[in-house]
């Protein structure tokens, strides 16, 4: 069973920046997408950054174009998200998931870690 487990969330001041870790157990890690999604209250969930590991391709939503990237460190079998320039508007939960390569949908979710953003 594939589990993945996220940490680095926190508190930061407007501007300041966050890296945040997934990893990934039960699974071989190239066999995976591996996305990040947030959360904020009364919002519906939002698709922050997508990251095929076998090919290293990259996707990026456009509300973090520039200021959020991803990347793997495939011994530790963890992907990170690195957040720099925060705002307020990126506090919410962030999750990472994954799916296999090929299928649709994010079957394997992390139990999510809060960032928040002070103005």
């Known amino acids: 069973e594939v589990q993945l487990v996220e940490s680095g969330g926190g508190l930061v001041q407007t501007g300041g920046s966050l890296r945040l870790s997934c990893a990934l157990s039960?699974?071989?890690?190239?066999?995976?997408?591996v996305g990040w999604f947030r959360q904020a209250p009364g919002k519906e969930r939002e698709g922050v950054a997508c990251?095929?590991?076998?090919?290293?391709?990259?996707y990026y939503g456009d509300p973090v174009k520039g200021r959020f990237a991803v990347s793997s460190d495939h011994a530790k079998n963890t992907v990170y998200l690195q957040m720099n320039s925060l705002k307020p508007e990126d506090t919410a939960v962030y999750l990472c998931?994954?799916?296999?390569?090929?299928?649709?949908?994010?079957?394997?979710w992390g139990q999510g870690t809060q960032v928040t953003v002070s103005s």
């Open positions: 039960g699974g071989t890690f190239d066999d995976y997408t």
């Open positions: 998931a994954a799916r296999l390569v090929g299928e649709i949908q994010f079957n394997y």
């Open positions: 990251f095929s590991l076998p090919d290293r391709v990259f």
